[in-house]
């Protein structure tokens, strides 16, 4: 990342189970169904290290992505986001993904967004919100 690259980090708490909040993750199909942002996904059935392929988003948004690690035993992901439509040089991020227990029961879930600062701080709303569908019940 550039010398203007921001970590910033967005956390939900919900309902759902970890390992049903987890299945939503590692089940690539399933993302439009908890992130509104998302309208399609061409991916693995499930995630896998190495695993490259698209992201659609709202508006015609186009996103190429590699699948960084997958962990199923931690329940966690690391992924590159690379804005293809429309084409932005230097726009790519690096999502690094977390389902944990919650303290009450439900779920946890963590992101470390890192990119362009002006792109980190105006995703970081959507992806809170998308994070929230996530470990709903």
């Not at 908890?34 to 996904?41: A, D, F, L």
């Amino acid at each position: 990342m550039s010398a203007t690259a921001l970590t910033l980090r967005v956390a939900a708490r919900g309902g759902a189970t970890p390992d049903l909040a987890w299945e939503r993750y590692a089940r690539p199909a399933l993302w439009p169904t908890w992130s509104p942002q998302i309208t399609g996904v061409e991916l693995p059935d499930r995630l896998t290290t190495g695993a490259r392929g698209v992201v659609h988003g709202v508006g015609g948004l186009r996103l190429d992505v590699v699948v960084l690690d997958v962990d199923e035993a931690t329940r966690t992901w690391a992924w590159e986001v690379t804005l293809a439509r429309p084409r932005v040089p230097g726009v790519r991020m690096r999502l690094d993904h977390a389902v944990l227990p919650g303290r009450a029961g439900g779920a946890r879930t963590t992101l470390a967004l890192t990119g362009p600062a002006p792109v980190v701080t105006a995703y970081a709303p959507a992806a809170w919100v998308a994070l929230r569908g996530l470990v709903r019940p």
